[in-house]
């Protein structure tokens, strides 16, 4: 049939995983109008990529003076700042680190170096030993320089463009310290509820297996028995529902482990209400193809696949996939009512330098790139005031004045020094990037860009 191998969404991906234990032999589906095309062998399945359903009409303009009326979050995998900005002009990063009292030089290590790291909370509490930052040699157990590394500017070109033309963050610090199923519900609702490690099984949320769990804050860098990682806390998509806000998540999937790094499948009025079938967006690369149809709500959280995930052992493509949703939005009849946060969601176990100021038990966790991309961004700014991802929060909150959810994003940092929005707008500049938008759109969903 010539499809390229997709993986389903929504309500067939419900389906799925009801039937997953049964042998589903050979199925295909068309829709009347041949718009969609399925195809399952066992528990495999492909989709043809088009437009997700219509955004709805907006009922909500920006609060006076601003003029963002979209705003888009992506946020990419396990990157200190000190790992991939080192040496940007104007930047706080070093060229080597301390190890129990050691000088340890900062090497050059590919982006497309397959070596990984631990990053559970257990190790970000030896890593930052009593804020010393000097216990990441000892990564893992066995002594090991590798996190002592940074990633050549060459393989990162499109990043340190989008940094030299807009913003650039050296003080955002992830959410928690620990891993990525957490700092992704401080994404989108400024807690975890007392979570600090990822779930213990291949799916992280309402459909977890049963029996999945996960750990909650202990004293000291210690873990407490876990819970079962199903909330039904506030969250964004809560607030911007009230006020008729329209927003989408973009995410991957991939077989038994679909929507792992879905935070609303965490989210138990999401997932089992409307929400999650019509603003739960599955795979990922959809969201090209919808900014290109003017399909962008006001509000987009953007999770990428494996291979674009900047995740050790992922590829070389994620610089590239960031730069082809910066340069669609460019090109489209949104980039003078757009803000695009970019960030990474926890630091992967690479070395950096700076201490975290202290907020509560949950963190924050060590520094993570920040970038801003806007018509309205400041020129080739370095930010140096403290960020977290809450700030995200405060930011859609404050633009369309949502209220707060009372969590991290009370009281949180808005940006307010990224923006100029008395400067005419500037006209986009295309970001050169190896692999295009087309080609991406093409590409077939490698699945969740994390699993630790």
């Known amino acids: 049939m010539g499809l390229e191998k997709r993986h389903l969404q929504r309500g067939l991906g419900a389906w799925m995983r009801s039937h997953r234990k049964h042998s589903l032999g050979l199925l295909c589906f068309l829709t009347a109008g041949g718009a969609l095309f399925v ?6 399945a492909s989709i043809m990529l088009g437009p997700s359903p219509p955004v709805p009409a907006s009922t909500v303009s920006p609060i006076a003076g601003s003029p963002i009326q979209h705003i888009i979050v992506i946020m990419q995998e396990n990157r200190s700042f000190d790992n991939l ?3 940007f002009p104007g930047a706080d990063t070093v060229q080597s680190g301390m190890s129990n009292g050691k000088v340890i030089p900062l090497k050059p290590v590919s982006l497309g170096d397959s070596r990984g790291l631990q990053h559970s909370h257990a190790h970000w509490w030896q890593d930052w030993d009593n804020g010393n930052m000097d216990g990441f ?3 893992g157990g066995s002594p090991s320089t590798l996190p002592y590394s940074y990633v050549p500017e060459k393989d990162v070109e499109p990043y340190w463009n989008l940094a030299r033309q807009y913003v650039l963050g050296d003080r955002m610090f992830q959410a928690n310290t620990g891993p990525s199923f957490v700092a992704h519900q401080y994404m989108i609702a400024g807690q975890s509820a007392n979570v600090a490690e990822n779930p213990s099984g291949s799916i992280w949320g309402c459909d977890a297996h049963p029996g999945t769990t996960a750990a909650i804050l202990g004293p000291n860098g210690t873990v407490l028995p876990g819970v079962f990682p199903c909330f039904d806390y506030q969250t964004a998509a809560d607030l911007l529902d009230e006020k008729g ?3 989408r998540y973009y995410a991957p999937s991939s077989g038994d482990s679909f929507f792992i790094l879905s935070a609303y499948d965490a989210i138990r009025h999401i997932r089992y209400g409307n929400d ?3 603003n739960v967006i599955s795979p990922s690369n959809r969201v090209l193809t919808d900014i290109a149809a003017g ?12 291979a674009h995930s900047d995740h050790p052992g992922s590829g070389t493509e994620g610089p590239d996939w960031v730069a082809s949703i910066v340069n669609t939005v460019g090109k489209s009849q949104y980039w003078n009512s757009t803000a695009i946060f970019i960030s990474w969601d926890d630091w992967g176990g690479w070395y950096d330098h700076v201490d975290p100021p202290k907020m509560d038990a949950m963190g924050p966790g060590f520094r993570v790139p920040l970038l801003i991309v806007s018509a309205y ?3 080739g700014y370095v930010t140096h005031r403290m960020h977290t991802a809450a700030g995200f929060l405060a930011f859609i909150e404050n633009n369309f004045d949502l209220g707060t959810l009372g969590t991290r994003d009370a009281g949180a940092d808005r940006f307010s020094d990224c923006f100029d929005y008395t400067q005419k707008p500037d006209s986009f500049m295309q970001i050169p990037a190896k692999v295009t938008a087309d080609r991406l759109v093409q590409e077939q969903d490698s699945g969740p860009p994390d699993d630790d």
């Open 39 to 44: 195809w399952l062998t066992g528990c495999n």
């Open 85 to 87: 900005f080192n040496g």
């Open 137 to 139: 040699e000892h990564n």
């Open 245 to 247: 806000v329209t927003w």
């Open 276 to 278: 999650w079938n019509d």
């Open 295 to 306: 399909e962008l709500a006001q509000v987009t959280w953007i999770v990428p696949d494996w």
């Open 377 to 379: 961004a400041r020129h």
